[in-house]
């Protein structure tokens, strides 16, 4: 069975991050794309990931992982090669109901990082339910390569109107309308 795609609001939500090499580094700085709540513990850092972590201001620890360091979190990713140390993070990320992911482990992950483009309001989301990253990856740049460069600004005012008309069956069709005028004209470009 695959995952389901949702797409979570991160506000009042505490992320942990155990680990400070390559991969960890790459699961921070997609989650810097969505909120700066974020904690790390690790043995060591690599610079890149000291770096970044200083730039943001986050709180991080140079230490091995214990027990009850889960306590307030609300998502833990597990980034390190340790595969008894995910499997022990991933049971006691039950206990305190906190979703987890142990990277490269779907047997100790709730939930997993799709490929994904975030330009302003738009995010496009690709699964493959784990069977292949890379591929996801790739199909990523493929459809970031369709995204024409005004987007943001057709959001943005599709924002505006949202929040200036009234609710209604009127304004459903209006938007739906500009929506599906400003799709077709891709093609006329």
Known sequence: MGYFPAFVKLDQRKILIVGGGRIAYEKLDHLLDFTKDIEVI??????????????????Y??????????????????AVDDIPLQ??????????NCLCNSVDSVDYCDFIFPAYIKKDDLTIAVSTSGASPAF???????L???????????LYEMKQLRST????KQRMEMLDKK?????????QS
């Open 144 to 154: 970031s390569s369709l995204i024409p460069e005004g987007i943001s600004n057709f």
């Open 42 to 59: 690790a043995l060591s850092y690599s610079d890149q990931m000291r770096q970044r972590m200083e730039e943001e201001a986050l709180h």
């Open 87 to 96: 499997a022990e993070i991933f049971e006691e990320s039950k206990k305190h």
């Open 165 to 168: 008309l009234p609710k209604g």
């Open 179 to 187: 929506a599906q005028d400003y799709i077709k004209s891709w093609s």
């Open 136 to 142: 996801a990856k790739h199909f990523k740049h493929y």
């Open 61 to 78: 620890e140079e230490r091995k992982y214990k027990v009850g360091d889960l306590a307030g979190f609300s998502i833990v990713i597990v």
